[in-house]
């Protein structure tokens, strides 16, 4: 069968995402045919706001922090990019496991965001203005993502977070602005309950 061309060559991405969650490995976060990405401890330098617990934490082991599997059916205007979110339970500190977190290249680039499993929160950051919200992400949720917006995705939960991220093909990712200014905020547990507080100085 030829799937992907005739009249029906405009369903590929919608066959694609259903393809993609048909064959999503829960226990690896892994979909087949897609590039899968993985950020361990180390690779989220300067993010969390507690130092020494992160030095701490990464003495003893540089466990798996989060992966995405990226889906890229076309690259042209007009298409979508999407990736399937895995971040795995656990703190540094009080701070919750999370993602380096970006802002689109393209700076007016919004996403739609859809949760699958487990709890867990995106943290926004409008680049204007600097105003911070943050927004919880759980399965069948879905959470829009404006343009000029940093966004961070975190694990509140005890289970891994699983989500569906869907952006331009020409958004493109900026980490350098977050790993140069970091967010103005964190989430930490507070009596078993997430907290958006100001990033500490003094720790940061
Ligand atoms: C998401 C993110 C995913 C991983 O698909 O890429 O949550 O976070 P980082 O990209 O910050 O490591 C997305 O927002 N794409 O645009
Ligand atoms: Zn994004």
Redesign the pocket.
């Known amino acids: 069968m030829r799937h992907h061309e005739g009249p029906g060559a405009h369903l590929k991405p919608m066959l694609d995402l259903a393809n993609l969650l048909s064959t999503y490995n829960s226990d690896t976060g892994e979909v087949s045919s897609a590039r899968l ?1 993985e ?1 361990h401890l180390s690779d989220l330098r300067g993010c969390f706001a507690d130092a020494s617990a992160y030095q701490a934490a990464l003495a003893v082991k540089d466990p798996l922090i ?1 992966s ?1 599997a ?1 889906i890229e059916p076309g690259s042209a205007a007009g298409d979508l ?3 399937l ?1 895995r ?1 795995l339970p656990g703190k540094i500190g009080q701070e919750y496991f999370m ?4 802002a ?1 290249a393209q700076r007016s680039a919004a ?1 739609f ?1 859809f949760g699958l499993a487990g709890e867990g929160l995106l943290l926004l950051e409008d680049l204007a203005t600097g105003e911070t919200r943050i927004v919880p992400l759980r399965p069948s949720h879905a959470v829009y ?1 404006p343009g000029n917006t940093a ?3 975190i694990n509140t939960g005890r289970q891994p977070l699983v ?3 869907v ?1 331009p093909a020409t ?1 493109g ?1 900026d ?1 350098e602005l ?1 790993a140069r200014k970091n967010f103005r905020h964190i989430v930490t547990e507070h009596n078993g309950q997430p907290r958006l507080l100001p990033r500490p100085n003094s720790l940061a």
């Open positions: 990405q950020r989060y995405v990226a990019h999407y990736g979110g971040i993602t380096k977190g970006h689109h996403e965001y993502v966004h961070r995705t989500y569906l991220g952006y958004a990712h980490y977050i």
